[in-house]
């Protein structure tokens, strides 16, 4: 015991001495650059002609946008230049770890290493790991508290690389908590039964001995969670922490082949002590300023998030380019846009457009494009969509939605329906109480039941379709909406302002209403019955996406079944399922398919 | 180091906080909202935390190729052998930057397949595949092959018991740039989603 006390007070005693700490952090992380340069020279094979990190290849990806940029990666990353790099990072390394103690020659291998690193960054894209990025910041940090020798500035530094240390662990626990995988058990011996990340030896003894298996995953998630009591906690009992969460790191570095882990990480621990422990016993007094600072940008942070979500809020709810707000008796307030036959001839066909979940009625402007203006055509958002008011019980009111819309906008022609997924479930259900004469209906890659071939994995995606939808809703009444890349989503709108749509998909309430539709469809879908739905003159077109076809046999086979039951048309189109309404190669042929069958009618 | 306190330090303190909001804000569950990332071009200022979370990789992609030789076509072979892990691994395994760099490349390209049907043959991930597996035949066939074709698999790693399901299969590409493939081969027959673990 007595030898563990002299270690625990030793390390306890350097870690109130700055250059102590700062040493310590410096050789470790030079130990990951070291090591990370000496595998980048021995895997020169992997940049040239062939390689995964092949320069003339990567240029073309979206890692470096900027052509100039481009240009001036060019030369840098010319194979003698690029060594020549590697071999700087080295000496850079080999400085850090020798005796040598003036500032400027550490601070100026710092900085080596530090401007050489981010240079060479894209160029190691594939296969750059998080120990680069945990030696990256330690070493410019460790190189600012260097240069400086400022109290303040060494000590900020310190509660920087300490601040990391903390996120790191706390956000690795706390979003494992969020995966089933690590809920259920099944994480650990999932990973280890990898070839790329696992050894078969330790997959071998954890399938034979699952309890081992739960007790690890289970001591990490506590080891990794409950990082902050090193803040709290006695000297004795940190220090044992930081021991426990050390053997955590050697674990993984013996088993999965993660070596440069251990140093990263270990290199992180003597800021941890040296923030934890007692601020007067550091001489000079330890500067805390840094966390009043964080704090106080980090509160600043959250209230504009709010503010632009508050933003965000207001504009989905205004109704977009051309829509006009219809109330209907069932009390909806739906957003609607109606273009008429552009001769408004008397008789023209009028086509209504039924969404997907959590979709917007501009993702129809490709294909309405493609269909001619000499049709008139009406697109609505259903309720807790865009500007459409909340619904009061999903599905229950949308039949009656539907019957007044078409009621007030149909002329005298014939009346042609298109849905696409969900929506195309959604008019199986409701294009037989319209209590009209309806001219054809069109199923864009339609959800369906599967009542032909059960498949477990189809089954297991119905229920499963929105179970991210929570966290997106908790994220976006929690002032992340801002961060979300709405951009895909915002993909009708492209060469316009994207700024209505991306609001539309940050409201939490699109995924509430999104949600709750596909709860109350649910039941309905997994014991769904054959059957026609659709009256008999009805023509019916379904057209099933390729990689819906070639993914999911069982949906392709009830896409075929719904065709066939009313003795309709099956077409299958070369695309992904929400490509058929935005990709123009796909929307050209569901364009042409429906220009036929319209044409057919008339 | 060791001089006397003074405000010098709070710009240094306020561009750290902001750095560490950007780390926190960059951490989100689903990687929508990795917004801020767009920044980080050589993705080494704002650290990834999110290691093996929420859902870790509990299978393996693995990359396989046949070649033609004198009009003969070879039987399908792995690409890329993963080492066998050993413990020498904690202090040298240079090898595992060229493995990881794998799964990275397949796991984005199969998103961007699924995403785009047509067309992702002049993405930089399938060329970078492509660009990999012809210097694998090149090497075993002494330069002799004409023609080669790529798959990906998914597997259960050292699982056998794990069925091998397929999820792409190349159409059939010459062994140099500025011929035109022959014939469109099979479309991406599955998908999958990337991980980023480490």
Not at chain 1, 384 to 398: D, F, I, K
Not at chain 2, 156 to 176: C, I, K, N, Q, Y
């Amino acid at each position: 015991m007595r030898i563990v006390d002299r270690v625990v007070r030793g390390v306890l005693d350097r870690a109130t001495d700055r250059t102590a700490v700062v040493e310590a952090t410096e050789r470790a992380s030079a130990l990951v650059v070291l090591l990370g340069s000496l595998e980048h020279l021995a895997n020169a094979e992997n940049r040239r002609s062939g390689g995964l990190n092949d320069w003339a290849v990567l240029r073309g990806s979206a890692l470096v946008r900027n052509e100039p940029l481009k240009r001036v990666l060019d030369q840098v990353y010319r194979p003698r230049v690029v060594t020549a790099m590697h071999v700087m990072r080295v000496a850079a390394a080999l400085v850090h770890l020798s005796p040598i103690k003036d500032n400027r020659v550490r601070a100026a291998a710092s900085a080596v290493t530090v401007v050489t690193g981010y240079a060479l960054g894209p160029l190691h894209h594939n296969g750059g790991d998080g120990s680069d990025q945990a030696a990256f910041f330690t070493q410019a940090l460790s190189g600012v508290a260097r240069s400086s020798g400022r109290v303040a500035t060494v000590d900020t530094a310190l509660w920087a690389i300490a601040s990391q240390a903390t996120l790191s662990y706390l956000v690795s626990g706390w979003v494992k908590l969020l995966g089933a995988p690590w809920r259920n058990g099944s994480a650990l011996l999932g990973v280890m039964r990898t070839r790329t990340y696992g050894s078969e030896v330790m997959w071998r003894i954890l399938r034979d001995r699952p309890a081992l298996a739960r007790t690890g995953e289970v001591a990490t998630l506590i080891l990794e969670c409950a990082f902050p009591v090193v803040f709290v906690s006695g000297p004795r009992m940190r220090v044992a922490y930081l021991a426990a969460i050390a053997g955590m790191h050697l674990t993984i570095a013996a088993t999965m082949g993660l070596g440069r882990f251990l140093p990263a990480f270990l290199a992180l621990q003597p800021a941890v002590l040296f923030v934890t422990a007692d601020r007067t016993s550091t001489h000079p007094a330890r500067n805390d300023g840094f966390p009043l600072v964080l704090g106080t940008i980090g509160t600043a942070v959250g209230v504009q998030a709010i503010a632009r979500q508050v933003i965000d809020a207001r504009r989905s709810r205004r109704p977009r380019a051309q829509q006009e707000l219809v109330e209907t008796a069932a009390g909806s307030k739906l957003a609607v846009r109606y273009r008429p036959a552009a001769a408004a001839r008397a008789g023209a066909p009028l086509v209504v457009f039924e969404n997907s979940l959590v979709a917007v009625q501009e993702y129809w402007e490709p294909l309405i494009a493609e269909l001619g203006d000499d049709i008139a055509t009406l697109t609505y958002d259903r309720p807790g969509t865009g500007a459409s008011t909340s619904p009061t019980a999903p599905l229950s009111s949308y039949a009656d939605d539907l019957r007044e819309l078409v009621h007030r906008y149909a002329g005298d022609g014939p009346i042609w329906f298109i849905g696409h997924s969900f929506g195309g479930y959604l008019l199986r259900q409701h294009v037989t109480s319209l209590g009209r004469e309806v001219a054809g209906v069109v199923l864009l890659d339609p959800t369906t039941g599967f009542i032909d071939q059960p498949d477990h994995d189809v089954l297991s995606a119905v229920r499963s379709l929105t179970e991210g939808f929570p966290l997106m809703e908790w994220s976006l009444r929690t002032g992340w909406g801002w961060l979300l890349d709405a951009s895909t989503w915002a993909i009708p709108a492209r060469g316009a302002p994207t700024k209505d749509l991306s609001a539309v998909y940050r409201n939490a309430r699109l995924w509430r209403t999104g949600r709750a539709e596909w709860q109350a469809a649910e039941v309905d879908l997994l014991d769904d019955r054959p059957g026609p739905r659709f009256p008999k003159a009805t023509q019916v077109l379904v057209v099933t996406a390729s990689t819906s076809d070639e993914l999911q046999p069982a949906v392709s086979a009830a896409h075929q079944r719904v065709a066939r039951e009313h003795a309709g048309q099956r077409a299958i189109v070369r695309s992904t399922h929400d490509g058929l309404l935005i990709h123009s190669g796909p929307v050209r042929r569901v364009g042409e398919l429906v220009r036929d069958m319209i044409g057919t009618k008339q | 180091m060791g001089r006397r306190n003074s405000r010098g330090h709070l710009p240094l303190a306020a561009g750290l906080a902001l750095w560490l909001i950007a780390t926190v804000i960059g951490q989100h569950p689903n990687r929508r909202f990795d917004r801020v990332r767009q920044v980080d071009t050589a993705a080494l200022l704002i650290p990834n935390w999110r290691f093996f979370a929420p859902v870790p990789a509990s299978m393996d992609f693995e990359l396989l190729h046949r070649f033609r030789v004198d009009g003969e076509v070879s039987e399908w072979g792995r690409t890329k052998e993963t080492a066998a892990r050993r413990l020498a691994h904690m202090a040298w395994f240079p090898g595992r930057r060229i493995d990881k760099g794998l799964f990275d490349v397949i796991g984005r390209f199969l998103v961007a397949a699924e995403q785009q049907p047509d067309g992702y043959e002049a993405g930089a991930d399938y060329r970078a595949l492509l660009a990999f597996v012809r210097r694998t035949v090149t090497a075993e066939t002494s330069g002799r092959a004409d023609a080669v074709q790529f798959a990906i698999v998914r597997t259960g790693g050292h699982d056998d018991d794990v069925p091998v399901e397929e999820l792409f299969a190349s159409r059939r590409e010459p062994m140099t740039d500025g011929h035109e493939p022959r014939r469109a081969a099979a479309p991406p027959t599955a998908s999958a989603r990337s991980k980023e673990e480490t």
